[in-house]
């Protein structure tokens, strides 16, 4: 349970958040009556190695809270997600416990901010109302911690997206439907202008998500730059049950689409890990008559410019063509601040492959700058918050971008919200589960309730499961 903070503390936080967006509450609309948190640590069963660090384990960041409507009516929701600092708070300077010590910091403040707002609405405007504040608190926290380096914009949306994942499942439940059904005219009045400018005037929220999920979404398998591809890559058997290599993986999961991370520092490594992965693939589906494999590469920002992006694309066709035809997409190659790095332009690399942003997307403004240089997708998480991930979504579609929904290495319930954004934005072509081969001790007691989404026999995820109210978790 969370740690109680000074009443001047929750002032300030609550002063931060500005005014409520709404004038007079509808009956629908909603005010947040209680809220708290907690943690769950886990370590990984094998590092995951993605953007030249090696993780090892997991803090989930798990919210509960309780909602009033107008009305009067109450109910209860959950949201949980890891914290996720190597990945929202990459540091020179500062280490792992540093940066997860100040995402717990922001947690506290968060939750103070959060518990002290008491304006109605949908869970949308209580986000916009309480974003300002949130960004307002990780700069106390840096300030307070002296650290050495500011806490970033998306490592605020990622600690504080339980909170909002929270709110918006109760607002589900309070409403006895499915929070993928809150989002149209009857519970959400306006049009995406309320959240995203004039430009989106005329447009409802609602157009752009689907009622009803997919029913299946492809398992995207995730390969680290430390995984054992073959049996002679193993240098220290696990033992536990669980495969340990690719084609041990493809026959265990019937996966057909796989995720590779690479290096973005070392050319020759870059271009034979992906032939040498479609190498290994190919041979392991001809064995058991699988379908043909596809790729997505995931750079993690770490080419120095797009002109080694480039290179890379070229050699990758000389060396190994059917490889880079099994390319859907390429994930954020360079730098995630486009401010500063506007001269790595993405146009000519993304006239062959889609080029998407990931860390770069913190908001609209970067979504409309990554297209201004040449992006042609973006990558959703659940991780940045529920209510980004919507308007995301909406605003993509709109400007015909190609989508594809990630991960965080989620367990659990956060699996659960992020299979549900996948299967309730139109176009998204898989998923990603990459607990289920580094931590799936996060998972247990989740398989019997959900084995459409943690027991995957034929490389697909089935969403029939998700039939509940709110997002559909029940911890």
């Known amino acids: 349970m969370a740690g109680v903070m000074s009443r001047r503390t929750f002032l ?25 948190h907690a943690y769950e640590e886990y370590r990984y069963r094998a590092p995951y190695k993605f953007g030249g660090v090696a993780v090892d384990r997991v803090t989930l960041l798990n919210v509960r809270c309780v909602v ?85 914009k998306l490592c605020t949306l990622v600690t504080a997206s339980p909170f909002d994942a929270a709110i918006h499942d109760a607002f589900g439940k309070v409403h006895g439907r499915s929070t993928w059904l809150t989002y149209g005219p009857d519970l959400l009045p306006g049009d995406l202008s309320r959240y995203l400018g004039s430009e989106y005037t005329g447009r409802r929220l609602s157009d752009y998500l689907l009622a009803r999920p997919v029913a299946m979404l492809p398992l995207y398998h995730s390969v680290g730059a430390l995984d054992p591809l073959t049996e002679a890559d193993v240098r220290e058997p696990l033992h536990d049950g669980l495969p340990q290599t690719l084609p041990q993986w493809i026959a265990y999961n019937g996966i057909d689409h796989i995720k590779i991370k690479l290096n973005g520092d070392d050319l020759v490594w870059d271009v034979d890990r992906v032939a040498g992965i479609h190498r290994v693939a190919a041979e392991a589906q001809a064995r058991r008559n699988g379908r043909e494999c596809v790729y997505s ?61 990931d860390e770069s997307l913190t908001g609209l403004d970067a979504l409309m700058l990554a297209q201004e240089m040449g992006y042609t997708g973006a990558a959703l998480k659940a991780c940045k918050g529920q209510s980004q991930a919507v308007l995301m979504a909406a605003a993509g579609q709109i400007h015909k971008m190609f989508l594809c929904v990630q991960d965080l290495t989620c367990p659990g319930a956060s699996l659960i919200h992020s299979v549900g954004l996948a299967a309730h934005v139109p176009g998204v072509a898989g998923i990603e589960a990459n607990a289920r081969q580094f931590v799936p001790a996060a998972n247990r007691g989740w398989e019997t309730h959900f084995p459409g989404i943690f027991a995957i026999r034929d490389g697909l995820i089935r969403t029939t499961e998700l039939s509940g109210n709110g997002l559909g978790a029940v911890p």
């Open 12 to 36: 300030a936080g609550a002063a931060a958040a500005g005014p409520a967006l709404v004038a007079g509450a509808r009956p629908t609309d909603i005010r947040i009556e209680h809220i708290e």
């Open 68 to 152: 009033r409507t107008a009305a009067g009516h109450e109910a209860a929701g959950f949201g949980s997600m890891p914290m996720g600092n190597v990945w929202s708070f990459p540091s020179r300077f500062l280490t792992y416990d540093q940066t997860l010590a100040a995402m717990k910091a922001l947690a506290e403040r968060i939750s103070a901010v959060t518990a002290v707002y008491r304006e109605y609405g949908h869970p949308l405007d209580l986000n916009a109302a309480l974003e300002p504040g949130y960004l307002h608190a990780a700069q106390q926290v840096t300030a307070a911690q002296k650290l050495a380096e500011p806490i970033p």
């Open 297 to 357: 590469l995931d750079f993690n920002e770490r080419c120095r410019n797009v002109e080694y992006l480039l290179e890379f694309i070229h050699r990758l066709k000389e060396t190994s063509p059917d490889a880079f035809r099994r390319i859907q997409y390429i994930e954020q190659p360079t730098a995630r601040d486009l401010n500063a790095s506007r001269h790595n332009l993405m146009t000519k690399a993304s006239k062959l492959v889609p080029v998407v942003i």
